[in-house]
Structures are given as structure tokens and as C-alpha cells.
């Protein structure tokens, strides 16, 4: 520890150690270890760089409305960390799974917490627009055994990329969400529209950022799903279409591989009345493993 | 660079790879370059400190809380770069100085540019609140030689730690501040008052975070300087007194060993009238030493 008034003084060499050592009474010790970690990698950071005084205020400036243009409704600071992967870090660090589990990714700002619990086969899409989807698979262990009694929490865009929440009064309300429960057999299944990409908000000054960084603002195709089961840890991810334009580059980093579902087109009238619905329809397959609590 | 088709998706291990990939097709290379430092350290103290997700959170609302309690006479990102000593590091870095020059400091939110241009020797207290300060010395090249002809802008708070754009209607305007210009001896010297300590303004995000970090608001008593000649230069600074209680502690990191000044306290009745003041007086005697443009 720098003792400041023998030798403790700001230079450009110590500065990172003079601003650590300034905290050393503070209140809370995961403060404290948090503030030298961000105070160490800022100086480190800026040393790097060495920026100009202008650039130093661009940055200002840019941090600034940053926060000036977040409200209710709009949170740009969370895009700021969705478009720079730090949202998919933490969720990374927060939900490391054992071999064999599914994947998590980022729960994203459309998740509703009362959504209706359904019959397992209900069609979720309440306006008929789209390309009809039937999805289904199983809830399994990471033993291959089917979970009784998980409950299934999905949400998804419309074939326009837009969530109820945003068109209120267009769409109606609850509109492709829906909540399942598991019988014996581990089973899900429903009936969806095929989703489209969409862009997140992109008339800010995150926007902004990514149109300088040659970035469009798309997220690729998906599914969103909330999954729990009694002695499980619950598991919140998306499932993704392999086929959509943006897969390789979701503006929020949330693609993994282990996510990427098919989205299988069924012309057969055939195979189409077997799941009560009219050929041409989407069929998609997906199996999610949940890992036990507490273990490994 | 990775291909993310074939191998890139996101993981924890490859975040910041992943995200730095992205930006390849920025528009202008600088920003690329800065951005990949930004996205490196920031993910990099992102596995450091493994924040929750609570955690992450509070930090998204401090971010965006101090850009919302900005406006036109509140910059909180400065603030908040000020007391992690950003501003002092960027401040460093934009003004490496040569063996014997001046060293500088951060130029602070309370320059005004129109200030008046005064004879030598006057007095820019205007409201003969404070104990009277005498300030002299000269303006010197590295060789020891006086600068001819050289601009002193100085500005400083009153007694009670405010400046005059703070005090609007209390202290007159323009109430010590004033510009200087040396003869050919290069020596300069004006009547002021002694200054004190003041705090940052602590009533907002920033604030709270010294707060819960242990640490003061305060900024030890100092004169600002901005001293600029032909063919030099220009040194922005401060001097400080060091026998001010917050001199080890200035909440912005201001302070350099090179920039204390000494404030000897003057009883002696003949050596005030000499200067024309009424004794007690402090007497502050201080050279700066320019370096020449373009030289090392």
C-alpha cells in the first residue's frame, strides 16, 4: 500500500495504486475489491489508449446520453452492455452448467412474469398471422430422463419481430406467450408462428456506436424459454434458427451453438394433420437438459 | 481473428475475441482500436470481479443515474472520472513535460474565458472578504531565463470555497480571477485571499459512491493557473497550500509533491506595507518554468 504523504503523490506511473489505496477505508469489502478491480483496468485501459482530451470528452459525452436517453421504457445502458457482450459474460459467469446440460443465455427485457398457463398443445399465436410452427421435445436430466412436472415459460417475436408488450393494442394482449407443464413423460409441446429477426433499439447513442462500428443491430430468429423443475436449477435461454440471415452475428452475442435448433419446413398434409395443423408448417424438435441443484 | 461461422460463437473463454471480431469493419480505425482496448479491459474485469447478476445490475443504475443527473451546469461523468483519477491520468498523459517545467494539473469545471486583463499587481479580490493573500514570482524557461510577455490567468475560490460562477449575485462578477502579462524580468505578482478547501458536489451518484468508499469530498485549497507564452507550451495547473487538512486527500488526485506552495503567514507590519498590504498577510511565492514548443 502507497502511504500517500511519504511518497503516495498522483504521477502518471502510480496512478492506478494512488486511486486503490484512496479506498482502503471503505465500508464494504466487496466494494472495495470491486473498485480496485474496475479502478486497475480503467487506468490500464486509458494507458493503453492514451486518448486525447477530446477523445476523453467524446467519451464523457457519449456516457452522458447514454444515460440521458433511458426511461421507463427504454434502458440503454443494458443495451450498451448487450452490444459489447457483457450481458452474455455474466450470464456466462452466473450459469456455468455440467457437461451435457442445456446452455443459458440473456433473459432480454420482454419476459413477462404472469403469463397464462396452457393446456400442453395450445396454440400460443391468439391472431393467426404467420407462418404456423409446431414445437415440441422433452425436459430431461442430464441422465437422459424425462422430468415430470417441469414448467416451460416461452415467449417469442411474431413473423413482423415484434413482442406483444411492444404493440399493444396491436397485437393482443399475452399474445405468443405461454406457460406448460410437464407430465410424466417429460413432453412439451405447442403451436407458435415462425419468429423473425429483429433489431434492438437502435435511435440511440448505442445505436450510434454500432452504425460506427460497421454493426447492424439485428438479433436473429428465436425462441424464448424460462425452465424449472423441483431440484433443478432453472434455466433461461433462447433457441435459435439456423437458417436466419443474422445467426452469425446477433448484436447481443446471445447465439451458442448448443442453441441453434432446426426449423424443419413439413409440406406433407399428412404430417400436418397429425399435429392439427394445414401443410406448409414449421416443425421444430428440441430436447432441454436441466442440471440438478447443487450439482455438477 | 476469429471465424465466427466456424468457431465463434460466444463462450466465456472467447468473450472478448468474439466481441473485438465484431468490430472489424469500423469505419474509422482509431475507434476500432479503442474499442477493442474498452471491450478487453472491460471483459477482463468482468471475470475478475464475476459480478452476480444483482450486482451488475446496481452498476447498470449507477451508470445510468449519473448520466441523468447531468445537466447544463452539472457534468456527474466528469465527477465520477475525476475521483477514479481518470482525469488527472488523461490529464498526465497529454502533458509530458520535460526535466524542470511545471507540471500540470486538471483544469477544473470553473474557468471562465473572458476574464479581465488586469495591470500588475492588482487586487482580484473585489469584495475584501478573506485574509489577504500577496502571490509573486516568476515565469522562467528550463535554461532559468524569464519569459517576456507571458499570459497568467488565475482563478481561485474565496474563503469559503466558492468561486464567483457558484456565487452569482453573493460575490461580484469576476471576483478573483484575472489575467497578468510579465515584463521583461518575467516576474508576475497580484493581491488575492487566502483560499480554502471545498467539496466536489457530493449530492448525487458519485457522491454516494465516495460515500460508501470511505472517502471525503474535498479538494485542498489551491489557485488555478493557466500560463501560456509564445513559442512554449501552455501549462494549465494549480498550487496548493500543504498545510490544508485535505492536502494528502484531494478527492480528485490534483495534487503534485511539485505543485505545493508555501503560505508563510507575514505579521511584520513593514514587510506588508512594502506590498501594500495590512499585515497579517500570507505570502505565496511561486515559479513556473515553461517548456518550449516542440522541444522535449
Not at 22 to 34: C, F, G, T, Y
Not at 266 to 271: H, L
Not at 275 to 288: H, R, S, T
Request: glycine share 8%; hydrophobic share 40%; charged share 25%.
Amino acid at each position: 500500500m502507497i502511504d500517500e504523504h511519504e511518497s503516495g503523490y498522483f504521477t502518471e506511473a502510480n496512478s492506478a495504486e494512488v486511486v486503490v489505496a484512496r479506498n482502503r477505508n471503505a465500508k464494504d469489502e466487496r466494494l472495495k475489491e470491486v473498485m480496485e478491480v474496475i479502478t486497475r483496468k480503467l487506468h490500464e485501459a486509458v494507458k493503453e489508449i492514451e486518448p486525447t482530451q477530446e477523445e476523453w470528452f467524446g467519451a464523457i459525452m457519449f456516457l452522458t446520453q447514454t444515460g440521458q436517453i433511458c426511461n421507463e421504457w427504454r434502458q440503454e445502458y443494458i443495451l450498451l452492455s448487450d452490444v459489447l457482450g457483457v450481458s452474455m459474460l455474466v450470464d456466462a459467469i452466473n450459469n456455468r452448467k455440467p457437461s451435457g446440460a442445456s446452455e443459458s443465455t440473456v433473459l432480454g427485457p420482454f419476459h413477462v412474469a404472469d403469463a397464462p398457463e396452457l393446456p400442453m398443445g395450445s396454440n400460443i399465436c391468439l391472431d393467426q398471422k404467420g407462418e404456423p410452427m409446431f414445437v415440441h421435445g422433452r425436459i430431461l436430466d442430464t441422465e437422459g430422463n424425462p422430468i415430470a412436472g417441469a414448467k416451460i415459460d416461452v415467449w417469442q417475436a411474431n413473423d413482423e419481430g415484434f413482442y406483444d408488450v411492444q404493440q399493444k393494442g396491436i397485437q393482443p394482449d399475452f399474445n405468443l406467450r405461454g406457460v406448460f407443464r410437464t407430465g410424466a413423460d417429460g413432453r412439451y409441446w405447442f403451436h407458435g408462428v415462425k419468429p423473425k429477426y429483429y433489431p434492438i433499439p437502435d435511435d440511440g447513442p448505442v445505436g450510434k456506436l454500432l452504425g460506427a462500428l460497421g454493426r447492424h443491430p439485428n438479433r436473429p430468429a428465436h425462441l424464448h424459454y424460462i425452465v424449472e423443475a423441483e431440484g433443478f436449477d432453472a434455466l433461461t435461454t433462447h433457441i435459435f434458427d439456423p437458417d436466419d440471415p443474422y445467426i452469425d452475428s446477433d448484436a447481443v452475442f446471445g447465439v451458442k451453438r448448443s442453441l441453434l435448433a432446426e426449423f424443419r419446413k413439413v409440406e406433407d398434409a399428412e404430417a400436418a394433420a397429425k399435429v392439427e395443423v394445414a401443410a406448409p408448417f414449421y416443425d421444430v424438435e428440441f430436447d432441454f437438459v436441466l442440471s440438478r441443484k447443487g450439482g455438477n
